[in-house]
Structures are given as C-alpha cells and as structure tokens.
C-alpha cells in the first residue's frame, strides 16, 4: 500500500512486520496484552501472516510485570538480528531498571535506522540513552511530573499516542490498542481494523490528540467558568505559584467570592488546595525521582526545604525524607 511508504514501520525481507518489546521488571502487563491482540487478530482475520511479535530482556529471562504474573520464551540480546520496530514497556519505578547494556542495545538499534519507542514509562530508557531529544513524546500523565524535572529539555505532549519520525510513544493501559491501530492501518484494508475493533468490543480506534486525562470539569464535577480557570491556572504553575489574590483578580471576582466558590464545590480554600496540588507532584517526586529533597521542593513552588518538609508532615503524617525508605 502506498501509505506504508509514510509509516515509521520497518517490514522483515518477507514483508511482514515484526514488533519487538522490551520488558522491564514491573512493566504493565495490559500495556504488552494491548499491543499484541489487534496483531494476533488480525493474522486471524486476514487468514495469513501480516505481523509478528516477539519479546526481549537482558538475559531471555522471563520477567516479572506489576501484576505479579511473567510471560515466557524471551530474546536476549545476544540474538544475532537487531529488531527493526522496538518498543520498551515499562511502568512502575523505571529509573531502577535502567541499565548500560540496554543503553547501548537501543542506540546500536538506532543506528541501524530501527523504529524505536515507548509505552507507559518506558521513554526514561530512551532519554537516558539520549535518543528523545529530536521527537516530541508522550508517556502517561502520572510520569510526566518526574520526567519533566529530570528532562527539561523534552517535549512531551498529553496525547495518547505521538509518532514523530521514527519515535513512537504512547500512553500506555488501553491506549496502546488505539497506536496499535493507527500503526497497522498502512498494512492492511481499512474494512480490517473495523473488524478488529469489533473483536475487541470497541467502537473505533480513538485519535492520536485525544487527551489522557478527562477534563477538569468531569474529574472534579465543577462547572462554574471562573472556578474552572482558577483551577487549570493552579495545575499549570506549580512550580511558581500563583498568589490566591492574583488568581481571584485574573478571573475577574474577589478574593471572597473565590473562597467560596472553593468552599462550595471542593470543600476546601483556595489556598490549602493549591499547597494539596504541589504536594501531590512532591510525593511523586519523591518516591520516583532521585531528586534531593531541597531540588523537589523549590520543583514544588516552596521557598525552602525547611517549609515544604512542615506542609509534607501536615498532609501525610510522614517526612519527606521517610518516603524513600524501601
């Protein structure tokens, strides 16, 4: 099809194509599940072989996902053909699973002019091996605090899937069935991935720009405009907070109207929701990142180490500090 030649996709010599994933201990099972189906069903449906899938780890040993459960028959890198379409599926605490060897494997794959990728968290690998700079990403939104701090300079969008040239990330969980299908689409008929959708107990496939997250408004049940602005201020400067009173003045009501909008709808003032926020990213930062502390409280818009370590205690009943505790 004419449309494969704009794919990032690499065929094998027999034109199938073969995706290849990298596992990281605590990886998200549902990520890989999501990846592998539509493939799998289409093969069935098309009555012929049009993908293939194989799994990689260091060593070919079986690894251990989040939910307890590891898959067998993995390649190492020992194996003498370099996959030409990679993703690394990671989730919980990829900074812990980062490895030189991997580093190296994936830049020989890129040198190579492999298609390499991310699902869930699997792009700190890819940005530890320096391979991101040049693409625009995505990951799931609960990394993207951590990331951000550690990678500055990366662009990373909240879509559920971005590809950008030969990169592919995406989201993660379900997600991954929706770039799945937006990927396969340029290797088979479109009448195909309806029927794949149809196997799958799906109504379609959704748009790469559709957002991870729902908005505000359906997340916090709030409706009222102002409040909503307010809010969406609040999540989008935590790192230099915003004064309560600039934030009433920026939506056009007073400061006491804005407390009770607070009260009214979230049960709480305009400032100790906001000190929440900050010290939601804080916890995450702190459990995974290795960030000093002083580093995640200045990234968390407080003065001092000394200030965020007392508004730390009074949320959580625990130290910043014990929080690293294993």
Known sequence: MDAALDSPLRADADGVITFSFLLLPEYAMISLMSAIEPLRIANRLAGRQLFRWQCFSEEGESVLASNQMALSNHLSFKHPILPKNLLVNSSFNPQRY?????????????????????????????????????????????????????YPD?????????????????????????????????????SLIEQICEQIISRGAREQHVAQRSAISRRLKVHNPRLLKVLRLMEDNLVSPIAVAQLAWQVHISLRQLERLFSQYLQNSPRRYY????????????????????????????????????????????????????
């Open 98 to 150: 980062l490895s030189m060897r991997s580093i190296k494997w994936l830049q020989q794959i890129k040198r190579r002019g492999g298609c390499i990728g991310a699902l869930d968290t699997g792009c700190f690998l890819l940005a530890k091996a320096n391979l991101l700079k040049e693409h625009c990403i995505t990951m799931h939104w609960e990394a993207m605090p951590v990331f951000n701090e550690l």
């Open 154 to 190: 990366h662009r990373i969008s909240t879509d559920l899937f971005v590809v950008d040239g030969a990169c592919v990330t995406c989201a993660g969980g379900v997600a991954t069935t929706d770039m799945m299908l937006y990927l396969m689409a340029p290797f088979c008929e479109k």
């Open 275 to 326: 000190i929440k926020l900050r010290l939601i990213k804080a916890r995450q930062l702190l459990r995974e990142s290795s960030l000093s502390i002083s580093q995640i409280a200045l990234g968390c818009g407080f003065s001092s180490a000394s200030q965020f370590s007392h508004s730390y205690r009074k949320q959580y009943l625990i130290a910043p500090r014990a929080e690293r505790l294993d």
